[in-house]
Structure formats: C-alpha cells, structure tokens
C-alpha cells in the first residue's frame, strides 16, 4: 500500500507569481484535504475534495484554488503569492467523504515566497 | 469545531509513561475525540480516538473523563521517537465535512 505523497518537497518563489503543488492520494481514498502550517503553528484547512469535487473551503481567499483527477490525485494552486504564504503545505487523504475517518497525512511540501 | 486547550509543553523521560491532558468544555454529543501527532520535519499522523468509552490501541491509550469535558492521552513507555507535537482535536460527525481544527498542541520533549 502506497502512502500519500506529495511533490516538489521544497519550492521558492517570487511574490505575484503562481504555483501548483501536488498530492497523490493513499490507495483506495476517494477524499484529499489541503492544510497550510505556518511556522509554530498548527495545520490550517484550506479545502477538501471528494471524487473531483469540492466539499467544504476553510477561511482561504480565492486565489487558492485546487482540482481532484479522476485517479483522486489532487493539486493546489496559488495565484498572486504573497509572503505570507510562506508555509508547510500538506495533503491528507481519507476513505470516507468528508475525512470522516483517519486522514492520512503527506510529508508537505516547503513553499517560500521571496 | 469546538475548541480544545492543551498545554504548550510538556517533559518526559524514556521508558516512563507521559499522559497528555486536554480540555474540551464544550465538547458536544456527537463530537469525537481525535489525538494526531506531528514528528519533527513531517506531516501529522493519525493516533486515536474515541466518543465516551476509554480506547487503547497499540501507539497509545484515550482516557476520556466521564462528562466527557477533559481527556489524556497515555503512552505507556515513551521513547525518543514519541518527541513530537501531539494535537487533541473534536470532530463532529454526521455531516459530509471532516475538516480538522488544529489547535497549537503540545509539544512534548522526551530526555534519555
């Protein structure tokens, strides 16, 4: 059984620019989650997908934005960079809609925006 | 979500138990008690949960107070791996949402 992974493992970029991360999901999980941590701090819900679909947004602007593949694959985007998002960015799958079950966590990808 | 309170930090040494507390005054009925931790340079790992009844299984064990208002993590014997950032999350269910809400955690050190 292969875990989540996640790619690039680090990534600097330039404020106003764009970026796209990517997640695959565990074997047999239908559901991804993205989480933003910023240094010291707990993980925080951007959005959650379910078979290519959003299902729930935490308090994030529109400029992030995310897609799910029909393998249940996922990407993360972000238009405009600020610095602030500067972060760990995680994906987490899980085999219930909704992550009502364990979610299974990547091991992030590092995001600095100079 | 309601909101959980751990300490900031806690200190244990290797080989001894180490019972993590929680407070979740305003747990509600159907909200679950959920216990990830995060190792150093990695992403948060599932480690147990449960509703009312006290739960073991083989990283750890829940006990859950009987008003269902505080609980403790226990790891029986701590070992340097278990120095990690340990995080008590409520999750309601029955909706088609299970986002979690991390808190700051605690962050627990493990001395040989």
């Known amino acids: 059984e292969t875990g989540v992974t996640q790619s690039p493992t680090h990534l600097i970029k330039t404020r106003g620019q764009q970026v796209t991360l990517r997640c695959s999901s565990q074997?047999?999980?239908?559901?991804v989650s993205w989480y933003q941590q910023a240094l010291g701090q707990g993980p925080q819900f951007i959005f959650q997908?379910?078979?290519?679909?959003?299902?729930g947004r935490g308090n994030f602007p529109p400029r992030f934005s995310g897609l799910q593949f029909p393998n249940y694959s996922s990407e993360l985007n972000v238009n405009a960079l600020e610095l602030d998002d500067s972060a760990l960015y995680l994906c987490?799958?899980?085999?219930?809609?909704?992550?009502?079950?364990?979610?299974?966590f990547g091991p992030g990808t590092r995001l600095t925006v100079t | 979500d309601a909101k959980t309170t751990q300490p900031n930090s806690m200190e244990s040494n290797e080989e001894e138990p180490v019972h993590l507390p929680c407070n979740h005054s305003?747990?509600?009925?159907?909200?679950?008690i959920h216990w990830y931790r995060q190792l150093p340079s990695q992403g948060p790992e599932y480690v147990i949960h449960?509703?009312?009844s006290n739960v073991n299984n083989r990283m750890a064990s829940l006990a859950i107070a009987e008003d269902r208002k505080s609980s403790t993590l226990i790891l029986h014997r701590a070992t340097l791996r278990d120095a990690a950032v340990y995080y008590c999350?409520?999750?309601?269910?029955?909706?088609?949402?299970?986002?979690?809400?991390f808190g700051k955690g605690t962050k627990l050190s493990v001395k040989p």
């Open positions: 449960g509703l009312t």
């Open positions: 305003t747990i509600s009925g159907t909200d679950y």
């Open positions: 987490a799958s899980s085999g219930l809609r909704g992550g009502r079950d364990e979610q299974y």
């Open positions: 997908y379910y078979r290519e679909e959003e299902n």
């Open positions: 074997s047999g999980h239908n559901t």
């Open positions: 999350i409520l999750r309601q269910y029955g909706g088609s949402q299970g986002n979690l809400i």
